[in-house]
């Protein structure tokens, strides 16, 4: 999924960013509230994953408020992507505070990765209201806990690319995504995007599952063949 973060910790922000993205995540990084609030204006995310005490821009203290506003923003504006919100704010009062304004889930620094990890399938899985766990298509089983594929029960071995391509296509069968939609899937701000990085992967998932399971959509983009 691609994921933005709002932390101003330097070294929490590129421990976890890099975490993330061995887990097959595109993350886009941002340390503030205003650069978070225009992230958020002006790209679509899949989840954030938001600090509290943020400062409003570069070199300015942080603010109790500071993620709090930024949420409360997002929501007044009727924008519902996910959050998460991870902070070392954990009093009662924090938490309720966090979750009335809007924060799908709230969790307390120092934290295992592995849980952040549950807590973002969790939350997206609500967001597109589901309730299994693993994404199953036409014979193909997704499971994005182990991160294993198969295909009638067979495994398939993918790459974390290939797999987040998959991934994508299986969170909404039958629907056309388009080159963009998916390599926001697998890049985030900075990253090099190779022009036919999509169509690569595409046509590599096609060579392991079947060159009918991933249809093309002339200058449109790429959706799941149904049953």
């Known amino acids: 999924m691609r994921v933005l973060m709002v932390e101003d910790d ?12 061995l887990d097959g995540h595109a993350v886009d990084w941002v340390y503030d509230v ?4 225009a992230a958020l204006a002006t790209e679509r995310f899949d989840l954030v994953l938001l600090d ?25 504006r009727g924008d519902a992507t996910p959050v998460i919100v991870l902070t070392a704010r954990d009093a009662l009062g924090d938490r309720v505070a966090g979750l009335d304004a809007g924060a799908d889930d709230y969790l ?5 990765l592995d849980e952040l990890l549950a ?34 029960g067979a495994p398939v071995l993918l790459s974390a690319r290939e797999f987040a391509v998959l991934e994508a296509l299986m969170q909404r069968p039958g629907a056309v995504l ?10 985030g701000w900075g990253d090099a995007v190779e022009s036919n990085a999509v169509p690569v992967y595409v046509h590599q998932l096609r060579k392991k599952l079947g ?7 002339r200058g449109v983009g790429y959706f799941l063949r149904k049953p």
């Open 10 to 21: 330097r070294m929490i922000g590129d421990s976890l960013r890099q975490a993330l993205r």
């Open 108 to 112: 307390s620094k120092p934290f295992e």
């Open 119 to 152: 807590r973002m399938r969790a939350v997206a899985r609500r967001h597109l209201g589901r309730a299994d766990t693993v994404l199953e298509h036409a014979g193909l089983r997704l499971d994005p806990a182990t991160r294993q594929v198969t295909q009638h």
């Open 52 to 76: 509290l005490g943020l400062p409003d821009a570069p070199g300015q203290p942080a603010r109790p408020a500071g993620g709090l506003g930024l949420l409360r923003t997002l929501r007044g």
């Open 178 to 187: 388009s080159r963009a939609q998916l390599e926001d899937r697998l890049y």
């Open 34 to 37: 205003a650069a978070g609030t």
């Open 211 to 217: 060159a009918e399971v991933i249809q093309s959509m």
